[in-house]
């Protein structure tokens, strides 16, 4: 598991990261207790995505220890290359919180964020994303174009921290 801290660390936010319905806080590598059981909230999702004919990709968004939004990859059901897993649980959850503000939130996807998702993750300022695998040349961490570490545009404010390799097994095995 590969952990990547924001370039909101140190901004006061750091405990708050990660925290869980058992303890309400995070270890020191900024891994809360309850990824795996989001991480598997995820995978649910990203199966039906499959059975339905779509990549297998399954996204909530945490606030407080609960999930408050669902979302999975629709491209090829929906015929529109937008609905993406993680645009998906935004889109519920800022309906759901009325604002575009979604600080105090924790993403949990099975694949690393794309340039696409990075984008509207930062502009909706979730804290942390917790995710399984790495995609790469599309990555919004992994590519040419880090996103959700970039720090030069100050409209986004700090970067969220960043979790890759939760129950990566489990969603490699997903293809």
């Not at 999930?67 to 998906?88: L, S």
């Amino acid at each position: 598991m590969a952990i990547f801290k924001g370039a909101g660390e140190g901004s006061g936010k750091g405990n708050e990261w990660g925290a869980n319905k058992e303890s309400g806080k995070e270890d020191e590598s900024g891994v809360g207790k309850g990824d795996e059981f989001f991480m598997r909230a995820c995978i649910e999702l990203a199966l039906i995505a499959k059975q339905r004919g779509d990549p297998p990709v399954g996204a909530v968004l945490v606030r407080d220890g609960q999930i408050i939004a669902k979302g999975m990859e629709g491209g090829k059901t929906h015929n529109d290359i937008t609905y993406h897993a993680e645009v998906e649980a935004i889109r519920q959850a800022t309906a759901l919180l009325q604002r575009q503000d979604l600080s105090g939130c924790i993403l949990y996807t099975t694949h690393e964020p794309c340039i696409l998702c990075s984008y509207v993750i930062r502009h909706t300022k979730i804290d942390k994303i917790v995710m399984a695998l790495t995609t790469g040349e599309i990555g919004g961490m992994s590519s040419r174009y880090p996103l959700l570490s970039d720090v030069s545009i100050k409209k986004w404010g700090p970067a969220p921290a960043l979790i890759t390799g939760v129950l990566e097994e489990e969603c490699r095995k997903l293809h």
